[in-house]
């Protein structure tokens, strides 16, 4: 494989993550962090090519308890009834990681990479973790984005109670039913879908094939939402943040409604906001170029700019 295109696995944080990198190593550097219970391949090849072509090296990685990363199987499934119950009554339940041992990951793995500085692309829990990196860590980030997330303020709006029913409804072993999987899992990924762009069934299908075949953490997913469960309010820490920021936002969102985007926008000092008509908890390749471009813009306003590819 050339030095263009590399992946590998790295020991950090007392675990080990997986990763893709593109581009030129010299060059500035953006993180990609995936979202709830997804592989570091929901930054699809194309998306991550609009951003190597405008110059900057692409890293992506698998977070811990999915893919080819660190599974935390030891501690066993997360029972949603009982954190449900204990997020209810002010309880915090057993957890096996936090958020803010995610984002530990993600900044060990750029000291792996020996990367000092990054602009950070989160996407829904990839979003949060991005924010404390910002917000905890300002000197390692050059920029922030963050994608179709929230800051854990408990006055938002809830999720649909749709899309929530379909989320939380346990998907069927692909070991032993794949394709009863896939069909859960495609039929959750059109609810969540946007109005404004076409869902491409058949390229969403081939994804969660592929997750299937790279690599799947039982229980994992259900780790991830506790941590994201007791992440809390981020709010005053976001205040903090000093780095140029992006919000990206549907405005039909199921999981985050709009609000939550706003309210992310408005918590981090001169935010830009860009929400997009009719997208919703997904990112559909047809805006690929245009978040992109925001991405690149956001970026540039560190007053480090990377050559044009």
């Keep these: 494989m050339s030095p263009e295109h590399s992946s590998g696995r790295v020991a950090t944080n007392g675990i080990t993550l997986a990763y893709h990198s593109f581009g030129d190593e010299a060059a500035e550097t953006i993180l990609l962090i995936a979202g709830l219970g997804s592989q570091m391949i929901r930054w699809t090849d194309p998306f991550c090519g609009e ?7 692409v890293v992506r990685f698998d977070n811990r308890d999915t893919g080819r990363s660190t599974y935390f199987t030891e501690h066993g499934a997360m029972d949603f009834a009982t954190l449900a119950s204990a ?8 957890l096996a990681y936090t958020l803010d041992d995610m984002a530990s990951d ?15 692309v989160g996407r829904s829990m990839g979003g949060m973790i991005a924010q404390i990196l910002a917000s905890e860590h300002p000197s390692r980030v050059l920029s922030l984005t963050s994608i179709m997330s929230a800051t854990g303020n408990p006055g938002m709006p809830s999720a649909e109670p749709a899309a929530m029913t379909m989320m939380m409804r346990p998907a069927p072993d692909p070991a032993l039913d794949e394709a009863g999987f ?31 075949r790279r ?21 005053s820490r976001l205040a903090a943040i000093t780095a140029p920021t992006l919000v990206v936002h549907g405005t039909v969102d199921p ?8 309210d992310t926008a408005a918590s981090i000092p001169d935010a830009e906001m860009m929400l997009i008509p009719g997208m919703g908890h997904d990112l559909p390749p047809s805006l690929d170029r245009a978040i ?18």
Excluded: K, M, W
Excluded at 87 to 94: A, H, S, V
Excluded at 292 to 309: F, H, L, N, V
């Design 106 to 120: 993600a900044l060990g793995l750029l000291d792996a990479l020996s990367i000092r500085q990054a602009h950070i």
């Design 255 to 262: 999981i985050f409604p709009r609000a939550c985007g706003e």
């Design 87 to 94: 997020l209810t009554e002010g309880r915090r339940p057993n």
């Design 51 to 57: 951003l190597g072509a405008r110059g900057f090296r």
């Design 292 to 309: 992109a471009d925001a991405i690149e813009r956001t970026a540039r306003r560190s007053g480090i700019s990377a050559p044009s590819g």
């Design 215 to 235: 690599g799947r953490a039982p229980g994992g997913f259900g780790r991830q939402l506790a941590a994201v469960g007791v992440a809390g309010d981020r709010r």
């Design 182 to 212: 896939l069909d859960h899992g495609v039929a959750f990924a059109r609810r969540i879908a946007g109005t404004a762009h076409p869902f491409d069934e058949e390229a969403c299908r081939a994804l969660l094939r592929e997750e299937v």
